[in-house]
T-cell receptor, first 115, second 115 residues
Framework: EPEVTQTPSHQVTQMGQEVILRCVPISNHLYFYWYRQILGQKVEFLVSFYNNEISEKSEIFDDQFSVERPDGSNFTLKIRSTKLEDSAMYFC?????????????FGNGTRLTVT | AQSVTQPDIHITVSEGASLELRCNYSYGATPYLFWYVQSPGQGLQLLLKYFSGDTLVQGIKGFEAEFKRSQSSFNLRKPSVHWSDAAEYFCAVGADSSNTGKLIFGQGTTLQVKP
């Protein structure tokens, strides 16, 4: 069964550094998402992306965050200047069509540790 | 605003015993509801989903869930738990007010299985 693939599985960075988290969604999917889960807390929506533009973003997704689909397969999340509170598990997800027909498929996540 | 509550943060059951994980949602329209499972170090795997129709839905790994509109609940059940079911379980509701298909998650229930 096709999978959403995320790399790396664990990223350690120093505060103030830029990080790029990478995702390869399922190949025929059209809608892409990033979620995050701070340790011990809920999985939170960050951003959705469709037709090469952001379709919705949460309050968490401020100017420090950006997403990009640089080619036909990758979907990236960039954090420009990481803060300690950005430490979390970041999940990429994708779906093919409208949510009532096509549920979200999640990757295994990238654990980001900011020191 | 939509919200999801999972009242039980941690549940322990004996192997072979039945299981029920509770989920209550707050939503103005007809929701679409999901249960996801997260094993340690893994991503979120879809167990089952409810969009419409029969209020009792069957999922993978022997799980089922029942949608009760009058109680705003979507509880997950399994008649006989296996040790491999130990994981974290998340209930989620589709935020239909946004046409991006984002999900709102509950805080999760950690299931421990005693031998």
């Amino acid at each position: 069964e096709p999978e959403v693939t995320q790399t790396p599985s664990h990223q350690v960075t120093q505060m103030g550094q830029e990080v790029i988290l990478r995702c390869v969604p399922i190949s025929n999917h059209l809608y892409f998402y990033w979620y995050r889960q701070i340790l011990g807390q809920k999985v939170e929506f960050l951003v959705s992306f469709y037709n090469n533009e952001i379709s919705e973003k949460s309050e968490i997704f401020d100017d420090q965050f950006s997403v990009e689909r640089p080619d036909g397969s990758n979907f990236t999340l960039k954090i420009r200047s990481t803060k300690l509170e950005d430490s979390a598990m970041y999940f990429c997800a994708s779906r093919y069509t409208e949510p009532r027909v096509s549920p979200l498929h999640f990757g295994n996540g990238t654990r980001l540790t900011v020191t | 605003a939509q919200s999801v509550t999972q009242p039980d943060i941690h549940i322990t059951v004996s192997e072979g015993a039945s299981l029920e994980l509770r989920c209550n949602y707050s939503y103005g329209a007809t929701p679409y509801l999901f249960w996801y499972v997260q094993s340690p170090g893994q991503g979120l795997q879809l167990l089952l989903k409810y969009f419409s129709g029969d209020t009792l839905v069957q999922g993978i790994k022997g799980f089922e869930a029942e949608f009760k509109r009058s109680q705003s609940s979507f509880n997950l059940r399994k008649p006989s738990v296996h040790w491999s079911d130990a994981a974290e379980y998340f209930c989620a509701v589709g935020a239909d007010s946004s046409n991006t298909g984002k999900l709102i998650f509950g805080q999760g229930t950690t299931l421990q299985v005693k031998p």
